[in-house]
């Protein structure tokens, strides 16, 4: 049995690279925009998002081969983006839109696509791991040779079934990779906090599972250790897991304000290891791209990105209410975009402006935090969901 951490790296061509770069990027801004969204009352319900994370789901997608298998938890969007699901149809379903892939009756923890072989979105922690292995079942039966891919937390590798699982699994050889995406929290709970051993990955010894710890913030690293994996299951060895060690930027769901780490926690993973900056790295200095090609992409995927935020709110339009804090795009006054405070629960919908966090007139980035606002339940943050100058408007 094997339990080792990989580092090996495939040799990749530019065209791939600039693939996952864009892939990771389509993740990230539809995320942004989700988040808008959200903000902005168009969204209800749970919205869990998927930003920091997004070279999990590219890597695997990456070694997946036509007819696998993908299921997952609630934290779902990225997944449905990367196996080729229509960005429009998952943007309206998070509007609650006909054209959603429910009809807008799932929202973002119920989303399925048979065409693409996404089985969802589960919001029970854990549920879709024994599933995940059913489908694994159903394609040794058929002797397909295919490959399940079963993704869960940090948090669901602590959940009962998950055991269950793995022991059935391991007695039938099922061609299924338990991925586990260790985000380091589960909820406001910290891996040091929620898990007796570090290493989550050497958890299916006891039933003769091997696995191995990957870089999850690093696409090719992802890739490379998907593609050695579902061979080993393909070859009729059984199930494998990988622990792919990630982050995410943001809280566990819009109504977290992520009082359980710092600032500054988040600040250096994303400064440091941010996945998509990674490749984008990795493009300039192998001149395998200038940054006016990397402009052409991001707005390329900005455009797509539009036009499923657009799609997801023509059916009808919700009613928002104002905060009436503004964010305007450097020198273009006519396109102020109004941020508002997220819902954090049907009833919570006051809060006292505690502190801003910029000066009026001071540049902002997607992402950033712009201002605190306590409730009689949170605090929560308002983050810029784009790229401008922020104006503070007292009057509205
Ligand atoms: C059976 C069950 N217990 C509790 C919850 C509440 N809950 C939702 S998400 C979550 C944390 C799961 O964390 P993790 O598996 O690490 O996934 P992540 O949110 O980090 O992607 C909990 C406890 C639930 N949905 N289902
Ligand atoms: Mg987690």
């Not at 995320?31 to 930003?51: P, R, T």
Request: glycine share 10%; hydrophobic share 35%; with cysteine.
């Amino acid at each position: 049995m094997a339990a080792r951490k990989t580092t090996k790296k495939p040799n990749v061509s530019a065209d791939e690279l600039k693939a996952y770069y864009k892939d990771m990027l389509l993740i990230r801004r539809f995320e942004e925009k989700a988040g808008q969204l959200y903000g902005m009352g168009l969204i209800g319900g749970f919205c869990h998002l998927y930003i920091g994370q997004e070279a999990v789901v590219v890597g695997l997608e990456a070694a997946a081969e036509e007819g696998d298998k993908r299921i997952t938890s609630y934290r779902d969007h990225g997944h449905m983006l990367a196996c080729g699901m229509d960005p429009n149809g998952v943007m309206a379903e998070l509007t609650g839109r006909e054209g959603g892939y429910s009809k807008g009756k799932g929202g973002s923890m119920h989303m399925f696509s048979k065409e693409k072989h996404f089985y969802g979105g589960h919001g029970i922690v854990a549920a879709q791991v024994p599933l995940g292995a059913g489908l694994a079942f159903a394609d040794k039966y058929k002797g397909n040779g295919r490959v399940t891919f079963t993704y869960f937390g940090d948090g669901a590798a602590n959940q009962g079934q998950v055991y269950e699982t793995f022991n059935m699994a391991a007695l039938w050889d099922l061609p299924c990779i338990f991925v586990i995406e260790n985000n380091q929290y589960a909820m406001g709970t910290s891996q040091q906090r929620s898990t007796s051993s570090e290493e989550i990955y050497e958890r299916g010894r006891a039933f003769g599972i091997p696995g191995e710890a990957v870089d999850g913030m690093d696409v090719l690293a992802v890739k490379a250790a998907g593609e050695t994996r579902r061979a080993h299951c393909r070859s009729g060895k059984g199930p494998y897991i990988l622990e792919i060690k990630t982050y995410r930027y943001r809280g566990h769901s819009m109504s977290d304000p992520a009082k359980y780490r710092t600032r500054e926690e988040v600040q250096k993973m994303r400064n440091e290891r941010d996945p998509i900056e990674q490749v984008r790295e990795l493009l300039l200095t192998g001149k395998h791209a200038t940054e006016d090609d990397l402009k052409a992409i991001d707005k390329e995927i900005k455009a797509v990105v539009n036009e499923s935020a657009e799609f997801a709110k023509t059916a009808q339009s919700l009613p928002s209410k104002s905060s009436g804090l503004t964010s305007t795009p450097e020198g273009e006054t006519d396109m102020a975009t109004e941020i508002l405070m997220p819902a954090l629960s049907p009833t919570m919908e006051e809060g006292t402006l505690a502190k801003w966090l910029v000066k009026e007139g001071d540049t902002v980035k997607s992402g950033d935090i712009m201002a605190e606002i306590e409730t009689d339940k949170a605090t929560m943050e308002f983050e810029a969901v784009d790229e401008g100058v922020d104006r503070q408007d007292p009057d509205r």
